[in-house]
């Protein structure tokens, strides 16, 4: 107060008062009264007289001083007043009194400053007594609360009706008059006020009572609004709303409902701004708490039926369950409390009021307040109103009328919305609000998408500006998020409406598939978790689809059906979720629910579609079974699901080729399955290896035979479907691009795909990507027209260079343009010249294939090197490439198969008396359609093919330029056009064996047949191992039909004559001139194409055995693949099956537990190849042994070791000089081969049989039996021929015995033998055969002396073959002056030992020294393989090359076909040969052994019998005749005992192929050149005894430690070996 004090009065003021204080107080007082405020004047007056309390003035002083300060302003005595009443409650409190006295003294003094009045207001009672202006204090107080009482509590206007009736009573008259005339508001207001002041009638009660009657008239807005609005002039601004306020507390009882008339009202005032929402929402109940604890109980109610519907409940539990429910239902029945603010709401949307209905419901948690059926309702009425004149525009179905809906009368309510943008700013927002309730009003459903669907009509339109494409682009987005966020919601809650989902889906069609999804997807994945009722349809939806698919059977699909129908119109993507995760579990639910989505609507098929991506597309399952060698049986499943349902119904199919598409560019290859069954399905078109030959024999006519002959099922009815496939792929651009992924997944699928997966694997989705290539490439060839096709499929050097497509793939895909292009072309020259004429025909067919081939031939030219064309020409390489079965050949049997089928179906149809008459009329009619069909295809085809035939005529002469060699162009023909287009597809293989038929009849120059055979059938392990399990059952439909025609030419000499003997196919002499056909010298005869077709087939057996025992998976499977295949024509010899069968045998025993399949197919092949065992003959049937006298088997043919061994020395050299050309560069490449050979090739080596070569003394480890025969039907030169070709131990039977058989002891084998002998010594000789024997001695001793000179030279050419590789040309050269110079002498020495061996001498042994040899290997025969001078006449061919060419410098192999194998099978053969019966035989031997310690023992043994052997041959004429007559018995006899029993032990097996042939190779080349000195002078004797010896003993014991290598076996075989060895020394 102090501080306070000297502030506004300063202490020197007081002291100098008199002088100059109360002056400048004065002043101050009245510069503060120049102010408004009072407040600095109260502040000076308080201190002033403060002063006087404490006494520092006096107060006469300042009674005198406010006397003046009173005048400055009017209401300076109130202000006094309130200091006076400040101090009097201060000093009343003051224990001093002598301030209270001083205050009082003061206020006595300025008693004439203010009145009585202002001092009894503001002083206390007790103040005013003792001032005395009260007479007593207590009656003061007790005359004032009666006058507060008077004033306040007593009613002065009448707030009750009884109070004041009749005011009241004539108010209500004034207000519910007939309001329709000229009564205004104004004038009512008027009326009111009169009657309020005549009647005292409480205002508040009077605007109370307006609005009770403006609730019971609520037309007239119109006059209420402006009424009040001035009514509430008067009132204070908050009276309305407490007003209103109190109204709805009154209806907040437990049972009490709030009129709809209070809502509207409050509403209207709500709507004109007359009350504040957030003054009125306070009073409403529920509260907001209340309300969101309510909407979470909603959701963890809706979770709770979730959790009970997916649980199991037993039947015990379940009614407990049920009563409980009962219960909480009937507790539910009590009615909640109104929520006030809902109604509130409701009202404000049906008047319009969309501002503060928005406000509201943003105060809730989101679609809670459309949740209730009333709010939805009246906001989609108002929807409706707004969307009016829109929709009447642009949304109203052609020819419908509709109901119109009238505008809301209100002027302060939206307006209508008259385009998309309006409809876009008001119309979409409010459709938010309302979510998944719009399904309350199916009407404004069907106006909403009607609506969205005229929008996308415009959308879609062109023409549009730049600003309008902008607002169009946002209108579709806000479109999308409508029907994410509205319609599709909407339609879960809808109860299975179809119509509502086919109008959806008439929008929805206008949309891209991608959006389609997505928003399925966001329907599917998120929706149903967004709101409680969702939650609730979506788990009913999934237990009513368990209900469903439980009792679904292929007898129940109609009513099933129409049950998942009803369930699918609103929940589809639950629906299907569930069934496809059924089909997935169970693959026999696929018909059934195929059969029982037929009542679906358009809308649920694309959904489908959908799931069936998703399902596909889904993460977290594996596309592999656990084994990792098997697609999943869910994907499987799926695939063939969808072939299914999207044949059957009309699904869009952009989406899952886009998928499929989308999978290969990310190099996954598993989800082709589903492009190759809709293919499948939808197309007709089926890919299966397992056709037989009929199907595939129908493949090759065309369209109508294919459909008819040439698939498993009869595939109806898909001239729609595939019309849909087509339209999918053109118009998504999918055609081409689908076919380029696939072609370059094939290659993906290994190097990148297959990365750690199983070979198994791998091969599945090579054959899968493969396979679907194939079907959808024919797919597009027959369903596409010209037109498409050439503008999509571009040239064949794009292809391959650009796109990097595969060759084989590139001209699959071009094949069906050249063929449609050359087709219109020639209709096109047909129609500009009339001419019937054939010749004309055929010259504009040939003219149009010029056209449209020209630019084929130069493009091809870039696909690859220009050596290439050296050999071929590109005309011939396109034309094979482009020509197909259906050029080459009409399937004649298939069109009368199927026409013969169709006439006995008609009888049938006759005969079948149920039949009503107009279905058998139809049928009949379908069949004759069908028939004429049929027969006008065949004609069609046959002059089609007459044409190409001409054309090829015409072609065949530039095809083969031969510019190096024909064996490169046999290499080149066989590389580029038939093993890739073999293994493409069965049809590709038939054509393959069909062309090289065809160039062969068409006798094309330069193209060698017996070359290209015999190098398909000789080496085929390399290709079978690198095959898959298709490419190999292609592979073997490829040797089966080769295998067919060279059959057809074996059996019969007139047909081999016929359609072989004349031909430039079969020429034995290899030039690279044309075809002289005059020599009928140069032909190969037919008795020796026999023995070349028996070596063919040894071939295969080499190759399938040694297949077979590799333990690989894939060697196995596909040579068990391939032999099933060619089981027609191989084997047919009978020692072969054995062989085979052994092995198989062996097979299916070890590998039942570890590999089923393997096991499976072993079985297999095992059962059909015994079934065809009657169909073998024993070898002598199959080719005879002995080769006709005049003429050879031409060494150009024979192409290897052994062959020519009878001819005289003129027919030598002639045949010597014919095969310079062909064999000197296969001798080249296989060098080259061999250097770059696999492990897999050595084992091919040594399976195959050793041939003999160098000398005329050599002679095979053939059996007795093939001996006997050839002493029987040979005598001299062709005999000598024969004996060079035996085959030597290692054949695939050995082998086999080796496992399964046992040795016979050889005492017993001796004494057969000897038997043997005894019978033969009977027989007489005839006066030819003693004549042929003499000549045979002659020229033997003359043979002797050239022996020496042809081993000595084989030996350097060895050596300098291991030492000088690079140099190999010149040595070549050089080898061949030197064979030149000594052919008419007989063994000429080659390019090897081996190459050498081709030219054997001419020079016969005698008869004696062949009985001799005879005795002496039938003791080896424990260890001699069956064979046979066929097997010598088929190692004899090109795959052994071994005479020299000048050419050879030009020849280089590409192919990987015809690696190693030949090389180390002629070292090997020639080793075993050596081994037997010549000088250089013992190094060989010695190179086997190793163990010098039995070389030196087996040599001491041959001196020893010595003597023995020149007796023998004493003894040989006696013999010779003998054995004549004795061979059919014991040859039978001897092939039994080799075939059963003889070579039966482990160590009669192969050599290892583990060992490398070149480090073979040299150690035999090192060893013979050794050992060369001491053998020249030992010559012929130490050969004799060297065969019976060392040569059997050694060769055995040799394969023995190679296999043991192989196999790890344990070391008690070779003991056993020993033993057995010297058991047989010591017998011998």
């Given at each position: 107060?102090?501080?306070?004090?000297?502030?506004?009065?300063?202490?020197?003021?007081?002291?100098?008062?008199?002088?100059?204080?109360?002056g400048?107080?004065?002043q101050?007082?009245?510069?503060?009264?120049e102010?408004?405020?009072?407040r600095g004047?109260?502040?000076?007056?308080?201190e002033?007289?403060?002063?006087?309390?404490?006494?520092?003035?006096?107060?006469?002083?300042a009674?005198?001083v406010?006397n003046?300060?009173?005048?400055?302003?009017?209401?300076?005595p109130s202000?006094?007043?309130d200091?006076?009443c400040?101090?009097?409650?201060?000093?009343?409190?003051?224990?001093?009194?002598?301030?209270?006295?001083?205050?009082?003294?003061?206020?006595?003094?300025?008693l004439?400053?203010v009145?009585?009045t202002?001092?009894?207001?503001r002083?206390?009672?007790?103040?005013?007594?003792?001032?005395?202006?009260i007479?007593?204090?207590?009656q003061?107080n007790?005359?004032?609360?009666?006058?507060?009482t008077?004033?306040?509590?007593k009613?002065?206007?009448?707030?009750?009706?009884?109070?004041?009736?009749?005011?009241?009573?004539?108010?209500?008259?004034?207000?519910?008059?007939?309001?329709?005339?000229?009564?205004?508001?104004?004038?009512?207001?008027?009326?009111i006020k009169?009657?309020?002041?005549?009647?005292?009638?409480?205002?508040?009660?009077?605007?109370?009572?307006?609005?009770?009657?403006?609730?019971?008239?609520?037309?007239?807005d119109?006059?209420?609004?402006?009424?009040?609005?001035?009514?509430?002039?008067?009132?204070?601004?908050?009276?309305?709303?407490?007003?209103?306020?109190?109204?709805?507390?009154?209806?907040?009882?437990?049972n009490?409902e709030?009129?709809?008339s209070?809502?509207?009202?409050?509403?209207?005032?709500?709507?004109?701004?007359?009350?504040?929402?957030?003054?009125?929402?306070?009073?409403?109940?529920?509260?907001?708490?209340?309300?969101?604890?309510?909407?979470?109980?909603?959701?963890?109610?809706?979770?709770?039926i979730?959790?009970?519907?997916?649980?199991?409940?037993?039947?015990?539990?379940?009614?407990e369950?049920?009563?409980?429910?009962?219960e909480?239902?009937?507790?539910?029945?009590?009615?909640?409390?109104d929520?006030?603010?809902?109604?509130?709401?409701?009202?404000?949307?049906?008047?319009?009021?969309?501002?503060?209905?928005?406000?509201?419901?943003?105060?809730?948690?989101?679609?809670?307040?459309?949740?209730?059926?009333?709010?939805?309702?009246?906001?989609?009425?108002l929807?409706?109103?707004m969307?009016e004149?829109?929709?009447?525009?642009?949304?109203v179905?052609?020819?419908?009328?509709?109901?119109?809906?009238?505008?809301?009368?209100?002027?302060?309510?939206?307006?209508?919305?008259?385009?998309?943008?309006?409809?876009?700013?008001?119309?979409?927002?409010?459709?938010c609000?309302?979510?998944?309730h719009?399904?309350h009003d199916?009407?404004?459903?069907?106006?909403v998408v009607?609506?969205?669907?005229a929008?996308m009509?415009?959308y879609?339109?062109?023409?549009?500006?730049?600003?309008?494409?902008e607002?169009?682009?946002?209108l579709?987005?806000?479109?999308?998020?409508?029907?994410?966020?509205v319609?599709?919601?909407s339609?879960?809650?809808?109860?299975?409406?179809?119509?509502?989902?086919?109008?959806?889906?008439?929008?929805?069609?206008?949309?891209?598939?991608?959006?389609?999804?997505?928003?399925?997807?966001?329907?599917?994945?998120?929706?149903y978790n967004?709101?409680?009722?969702?939650?609730?349809?979506?788990?009913?939806?999934?237990?009513?689809?368990?209900?469903?698919?439980?009792?679904?059977?292929?007898?129940?699909?109609?009513?099933?059906?129409?049950?998942?129908?009803?369930l699918?119109?609103?929940?589809?993507?639950?629906?299907?979720?569930?069934?496809?995760?059924?089909?997935?579990?169970?693959d026999?639910l696929?018909?059934?629910?195929?059969?029982?989505l037929?009542?679906?609507?358009?809308?649920?098929?694309?959904?489908?579609?959908?799931?069936?991506?998703?399902?596909?597309?889904?993460?977290?399952?594996e596309?592999?079974?656990?084994d990792?060698?098997?697609?999943?049986?869910?994907?499987?499943?799926?695939?063939?699901?969808?072939?299914?349902?999207?044949?059957?119904y009309?699904?869009?199919?952009?989406?899952?080729?886009?998928?499929?598409?989308?999978?290969?560019?990310?190099?996954?290859?598993?989800?082709?399955?589903?492009?190759?069954?809709v293919v499948?399905?939808?197309?007709?078109?089926?890919?299966t290896?397992?056709?037989?030959?009929e199907?595939?024999?129908?493949?090759?006519?065309?369209?109508?035979?294919?459909?008819?002959?040439?698939?498993f099922?009869?595939?109806?009815n898909?001239?729609?479907?595939?019309?849909?496939?087509?339209d999918?792929?053109?118009?998504?651009d999918?055609?081409?691009p689908?076919?380029?992924?696939?072609a370059?997944?094939?290659?993906?699928?290994?190097?990148?795909?297959?990365?750690?997966?199983?070979?198994?694997?791998?091969?599945?989705l090579?054959?899968?990507?493969?396979?679907?290539?194939v079907?959808?490439?024919?797919?597009?060839?027959?369903?596409?027209?010209?037109?498409?096709?050439?503008?999509?499929?571009?040239?064949i050097?794009?292809?391959c260079?650009e796109?990097h497509?595969?060759?084989?793939?590139?001209?699959?895909?071009?094949r069906?343009?050249?063929?449609?292009?050359i087709?219109?072309?020639?209709?096109?020259?047909?129609?500009?010249?009339?001419?019937?004429?054939?010749?004309q025909?055929?010259?504009?067919?040939?003219?149009s294939?010029?056209?449209?081939?020209?630019?084929?031939?130069?493009?091809?030219?870039?696909?690859?090197?220009?050596k290439v064309?050296?050999d071929?020409?590109?005309?011939?390489?396109?034309?094979?490439?482009?020509?197909?079965?259906?050029?080459?050949?009409v399937?004649?049997?298939?069109?009368?198969?199927?026409?013969?089928?169709?006439?006995?179906?008609?009888?049938?149809?006759?005969?079948?008396?149920?039949?009503?008459?107009?279905?058998?009329?139809?049928e009949?009619?379908?069949?004759?359609?069908?028939?004429?069909?049929?027969?006008?295809?065949?004609?069609?085809?046959?002059?089609?093919?007459q044409?190409?035939?001409?054309?090829?005529?015409?072609?065949?002469?530039?095809?083969?330029?031969?510019?190096?060699?024909?064996?490169e162009?046999?290499?080149?023909f066989?590389?580029?056009?038939?093993?890739?287009?073999?293994?493409?597809?069965?049809?590709?293989?038939?054509y393959?064996?069909?062309?090289?038929e065809?160039?062969?009849q068409?006798?094309?120059?330069?193209?060698?047949?017996?070359?290209?055979?015999?190098r398909?059938?000789s080496?085929?392990?390399?290709?079978?191992?690198?095959?898959?399990e298709?490419?190999?059952?292609?592979?073997?439909?490829?040797?089966?039909?080769m295998?067919e025609?060279?059959?057809?030419?074996?059996?019969?000499?007139?047909?081999?004559?016929?359609?072989?003997?004349?031909?430039?196919?079969?020429?034995?002499?290899?030039?690279?001139?044309?075809?002289?056909?005059?020599?009928k010298a140069?032909?190969?005869?037919?008795?020796?194409?026999?023995?070349?077709?028996?070596?063919?087939?040894?071939k295969?057996?080499?190759a399938?055995?040694h297949?077979?025992?590799?333990?690989?998976?894939?060697?196995?499977?596909?040579?068990?693949?391939?032999l099933?295949?060619?089981?027609?024509?191989?084997?047919?010899?009978?020692?072969?099956?054995?062989?085979?069968?052994?092995?198989v045998?062996?097979i299916?025993q070890?590998?039942?537990?570890?590999?089923p399949?393997?096991?499976?197919l072993?079985?297999?092949?095992?059962?059909?190849?015994?079934?065809?065992?009657?169909?073998?003959?024993?070898?002598?049937?199959?080719?005879?042994?002995?080769?006709?006298?005049?003429?050879?088997?031409?060494?150009?043919?024979?192409?290897?070791?052994?062959?020519?061994?009878?001819?005289?020395?003129?027919?030598?050299?002639?045949?010597?000089?014919?095969?310079?050309?062909?064999?000197?560069?296969?001798?080249?490449?296989?060098?080259?081969?061999?250097q770059?050979?696999?492990?897999?090739i050595?084992?091919?080596?040594?399976?195959?049989?050793?041939?003999?070569?160098?000398?005329g003394?050599?002679s095979s480890?053939?059996?007795?039996?093939v001996?006997?025969?050839e002493?029987?039907?040979?005598?001299?030169?062709?005999?000598?021929?024969?004996?060079?070709?035996?085959?030597?131990t290692?054949?695939?039977?050995?082998?086999?015995?080796?496992?399964?058989?046992?040795?016979?002891?050889?005492e017993?084998r001796?004494?057969?033998?000897?038997k043997?002998?005894?019978?033969?010594?009977?027989?007489?000789?005839?006066?030819?055969?003693?004549?042929?024997a003499?000549?045979d001695?002659?020229?033997?001793?003359?043979?002797?002396?050239?022996i020496?000179?042809?081993?000595?030279?084989?030996?350097?050419?060895?050596?300098?073959?291991?030492?000088?590789?690079?140099?190999?040309?010149?040595d070549?050269?050089?080898?061949?002056?030197?064979?030149?110079?000594?052919?008419?002498?007989?063994?000429?020495?080659?390019?090897?030992?081996?190459?050498?061996?081709?030219?054997?001498?001419?020079v016969?042994?005698?008869?004696?020294?062949?009985?001799?040899?005879?005795?002496?290997?039938r003791?080896?025969?424990?260890?001699?393989?069956?064979?046979?001078?066929?097997?010598?006449?088929?190692?004899?061919?090109?795959?052994?090359?071994?005479?020299?060419?000048?050419?050879?410098?030009?020849?280089?192999?590409?192919?990987?076909?015809?690696?190693?194998?030949?090389?180390s099978?002629?070292?090997?053969?020639?080793?075993?040969?050596y081994?037997?019966?010549?000088?250089?035989?013992?190094?060989?031997?010695?190179?086997?052994?190793?163990?010098?310690?039995?070389?030196?023992k087996?040599?001491?043994?041959s001196?020893?019998?010595e003597?023995?052997?020149?007796k023998?041959?004493?003894?040989?004429?006696?013999?010779?005749?003998?054995?004549?007559?004795?061979?059919?018995?014991?040859?039978?006899?001897?092939r039994?005992?080799?075939?059963?029993?003889?070579?039966?032990s482990k160590?009669?097996?192969?050599?290892?192929?583990?060992?490398s042939?070149?480090?073979?190779?040299?150690?035999k080349?090192?060893?013979?050149s050794?050992?060369?000195?001491?053998?020249?002078?030992?010559s012929?004797?130490?050969?004799?005894?060297?065969?019976?010896?060392?040569?059997?003993?050694?060769?055995?014991r040799?394969?023995?430690?190679?296999?043991?290598?192989?196999e790890?076996?344990?070391?008690t075989?070779?003991?056993?070996?020993?033993?057995?060895?010297?058991?047989?020394?010591?017998?011998?």
């Open positions: 107060m102090a501080a306070a004090t000297g502030m506004a009065l300063p202490a020197e003021w007081i002291k100098t008062w008199e002088k100059s204080g109360k400048e107080f004065l101050l007082c009245r510069n503060l009264c102010d408004t405020a009072v004047i109260q502040q000076a007056l308080y002033l007289a403060y002063h006087v309390v404490k006494g520092n003035l006096k107060h006469d002083q009674c005198n406010l003046y300060v009173i005048e400055y302003r009017d209401d300076m202000i006094l007043a200091v006076f400040i101090l009097d409650i201060e000093t009343s409190c003051l224990e001093e009194k002598s301030k209270r006295d001083q205050f009082m003294q003061l206020v006595l003094a300025c004439y400053l009145s009585d202002i001092l009894k207001e002083l206390d009672p007790d103040t005013l007594e003792s001032l005395g202006l007479k007593q204090s207590q003061f007790q005359k004032s609360v009666k006058i507060k008077k004033l306040f509590y009613q002065q206007k009448f707030n009750l009706l009884r109070e004041e009736n009749e005011g009241y009573a004539k108010l209500i008259a004034e207000l519910g008059q007939d309001l329709s005339g000229s009564i205004t508001s104004e004038l009512i207001l008027e009326n009169s009657l309020i002041g005549c009647f005292n009638l409480d205002p508040n009660r009077v605007l109370d009572i307006i609005l009770e009657v403006y609730e019971c008239r609520p037309e007239y119109e006059f209420f609004v402006p009424l009040i609005e001035s009514y509430m002039y008067m009132c204070e601004p908050q009276t309305l709303c407490h007003i209103l306020g109190f109204k709805f507390k009154f209806y907040q009882e437990p009490g709030t009129p709809v209070l809502y509207r009202v409050a509403a209207v005032l709500l709507q004109h701004n007359l009350i504040d929402l957030e003054d009125l929402y306070v009073h409403l109940l529920p509260g907001d708490n209340a309300i969101l604890e309510d909407h979470k109980r909603e959701i963890g109610e809706a979770k709770q979730v959790r009970k519907l997916t649980m199991v409940v037993l039947s015990s539990e379940k009614t369950e049920k009563e409980k429910e009962k909480k239902e009937e507790e539910k029945t009590e009615k909640p409390p929520n006030q603010k809902l109604g509130l709401l409701e009202a404000m949307l049906k008047i319009g009021d969309w501002q503060h209905a928005q406000s509201i419901m943003d105060q809730m948690p989101p679609f809670y307040a459309t949740s209730h059926k009333s709010i939805a309702v009246a906001l989609c009425q929807l409706h109103v969307i004149p829109l929709y009447r525009r642009v949304g179905p052609k020819g419908a009328k509709g109901t119109p809906v009238p505008a809301l009368q209100n002027k302060r309510a939206l307006k209508q919305v008259e385009n998309f943008e309006d409809l876009r700013k008001e119309v979409f927002n409010m459709l609000y309302l979510g998944p719009l399904s199916p009407i404004l459903f069907a106006k009607r609506l969205g669907k929008f009509k415009e879609q339109s062109d023409g549009n500006k730049q600003d309008d494409k607002k169009m682009e946002l579709f987005s806000c479109l999308l998020s409508i029907t994410d966020q319609l599709l919601p339609l879960s809650l809808m109860d299975c409406n179809a119509c509502m989902s086919e109008e959806l889906w008439g929008m929805f069609k206008t949309f891209p598939y991608q959006y389609r999804y997505r928003l399925y997807g966001q329907w599917k994945n998120d929706t967004s709101h409680p009722l969702l939650v609730k349809v979506k788990a009913q939806t999934i237990d009513r689809a368990k209900y469903i698919m439980k009792r679904l059977t292929k007898e129940n699909v109609k009513p099933s059906g129409r049950q998942i129908g009803k699918s119109h609103s929940n589809p993507t639950i629906l299907f979720d569930y069934i496809l995760s059924q089909i997935q579990k169970y026999n696929i018909t059934p629910v195929v059969d029982s037929k009542y679906l609507t358009s809308l649920n098929y694309d959904v489908l579609a959908y799931c069936i991506i998703e399902a596909l597309a889904n993460p977290e399952k596309r592999m079974k656990h990792d060698t098997t697609i999943s049986s869910w994907l499987q499943s799926l695939a063939s699901f969808c072939g299914a349902v999207f044949r059957k009309p699904i869009e199919l952009a989406g899952l080729l886009q998928y499929v598409a989308n999978q290969l560019k990310a190099g996954k290859s598993f989800d082709l399955l589903i492009l190759k069954e499948q399905k939808m197309a007709g078109i089926e890919i290896e397992e056709m037989t030959m199907q595939l024999e129908a493949m090759t006519g065309g369209e109508q035979l294919k459909a008819e002959g040439g698939y099922g009869q595939i109806r898909t001239k729609k479907s595939s019309q849909r496939l087509k999918a792929l053109l118009d998504h999918l055609a081409l689908l076919c380029l992924l696939m370059q997944q094939r290659n993906g699928v290994i190097f990148q795909e297959g990365g750690e997966k199983h070979l198994k694997l791998v091969g599945k090579y054959d899968q990507c493969h396979d679907t290539l079907q959808f490439g024919g797919f597009l060839a027959s369903n596409l027209s010209t037109e498409d096709y050439i503008k999509r499929v571009p040239s050097d794009v292809l260079n796109f497509t595969p060759h084989d793939a590139a001209f699959f895909l071009s069906p343009m050249y063929a449609h292009h087709s219109s072309k020639y209709d096109e020259l047909k129609k500009a010249e009339k001419g019937n004429k054939q010749q025909k055929v010259h504009k067919y040939i003219t294939c010029e056209l449209v081939m020209a630019p084929v031939h130069d493009a091809v030219i870039s696909l690859h090197l220009p064309w050296d071929i020409s590109p005309q011939f390489y396109a034309t094979f490439w482009s020509l197909t079965m259906y050029d080459l050949a399937p004649h049997t298939s069109y009368e198969r199927e026409v013969n089928k169709l006439r006995v179906q008609m009888k049938a149809i006759d005969d079948n008396q149920e039949m009503p008459p107009n279905k058998k009329k139809k009949k009619e379908r069949c004759t359609a069908l028939q004429d069909k049929l027969l006008e295809e065949e004609k069609k085809q046959s002059e089609h093919v044409r190409v035939l001409q054309r090829l005529k015409l072609e065949k002469d530039n095809w083969l330029l031969a510019k190096s060699t024909k064996n162009t046999i290499t080149k066989l590389q580029l056009c038939i093993f890739p287009r073999c293994i493409f597809s069965a049809i590709d293989a038939v393959c064996a069909r062309f090289v065809l160039v062969h068409q006798k094309t120059p330069n193209f060698s047949t017996l070359l290209c055979y015999d398909v059938f080496d085929i392990i390399y290709t079978v191992a690198s095959c898959t298709n490419e190999a059952s292609r592979y073997g439909r490829f040797l089966c039909c295998l025609t060279v059959t057809r030419w074996h059996s019969d000499r007139t047909i081999y004559e016929k359609e072989c003997g004349n031909y430039p196919g079969f020429l034995t002499i290899l030039r690279a001139t044309g075809f002289d056909g005059g020599n140069d032909q190969l005869d037919y008795e020796n194409f026999r023995h070349v077709v028996h070596k063919w087939h040894y295969l057996t080499k399938s055995v297949c077979l025992e590799t333990g690989e998976y894939t060697h196995i499977r596909n040579i068990l693949i391939v099933t295949k060619i089981l027609p024509w191989y084997p047919k010899v009978v020692n072969l099956g054995q062989a085979l069968e052994r092995r045998h062996k299916y070890e590998e039942k537990e570890k590999r399949d393997l096991y499976a072993a079985m297999g092949y095992s059962g059909q190849l015994k079934s065809r065992k009657h169909c073998m003959v024993p070898e002598n049937d199959f080719h005879h042994k002995d080769a006709p006298t005049g003429n050879a088997v031409p060494k150009a043919v024979q192409n290897g070791p052994g062959g020519g061994a009878g001819l005289p020395p003129s027919s030598l050299t002639i045949n010597a000089a014919k095969l310079e050309e062909s064999t000197a560069e296969e001798t080249d490449k296989l060098k080259e081969k061999s770059g050979a696999v492990k897999v050595n084992k091919a080596a040594n399976t195959t049989p050793k041939v003999t070569t160098s000398n003394n050599s480890n053939s059996s007795k039996v001996k006997e025969k002493d029987k039907e040979k005598c001299g030169k062709e005999k000598e021929k024969e004996k060079k070709e035996k085959v030597p290692a054949t695939p039977e050995a082998k086999m015995l080796g496992k399964d058989g046992k040795e016979k002891p050889k017993e001796t004494n057969k033998e000897d043997a002998r005894d019978t033969k010594e009977k027989t007489p000789k005839s006066d030819k055969e003693k004549e042929k003499k000549r001695e002659k020229l033997l001793k003359d043979e002797k002396s050239k020496i000179v042809t081993n000595t030279e084989s030996k350097t050419t060895i050596e300098k073959e291991r030492e000088k590789e690079p140099s190999r040309e010149r070549v050269m050089k080898d061949m002056k030197t064979k030149e110079n000594i052919r008419g002498g007989g063994g000429g020495g080659g390019e090897k030992a081996q190459v050498a061996g081709s030219l054997k001498s001419p016969p042994r005698s008869d004696a020294s062949d009985c001799e040899r005879e005795q002496k290997r003791k080896v025969d424990s260890h001699c393989s069956p064979s046979h001078s066929s097997t010598v006449k088929g190692l004899a061919l090109l795959a052994q090359v071994p005479v020299v060419s000048e050419n050879c410098a030009s020849s280089r192999l590409i192919s990987i076909h015809f690696q190693q194998d030949n090389l099978e002629l070292k090997e053969s020639s080793a075993k040969h081994v037997n019966h010549s000088v250089p035989t013992l190094s060989k031997s010695k190179e086997r052994e190793v163990d010098k310690k039995d070389l030196d087996s040599r001491e043994r001196r020893e019998r003597k023995k052997e020149e023998e041959r004493k003894d040989r004429k006696r013999d010779h005749s003998n054995s004549d007559r004795e061979v059919p018995q014991d040859s039978m006899k001897r039994k005992e080799e075939n059963g029993t003889t070579g039966s160590h009669s097996k192969s050599v290892s192929p583990s060992d042939p070149r480090s073979n190779e040299k150690e080349e090192k060893n013979k050794k050992s060369s000195s001491k053998e020249k002078g030992d012929i004797k130490v050969e004799k005894m060297e065969k019976s010896s060392s040569g059997s003993k050694k060769e055995s040799h394969d023995k430690e190679k296999s043991e290598k192989k790890k076996r344990d070391s075989g070779g003991k056993e070996e020993k033993k057995h060895h010297k058991s047989s020394d010591k017998h011998r």
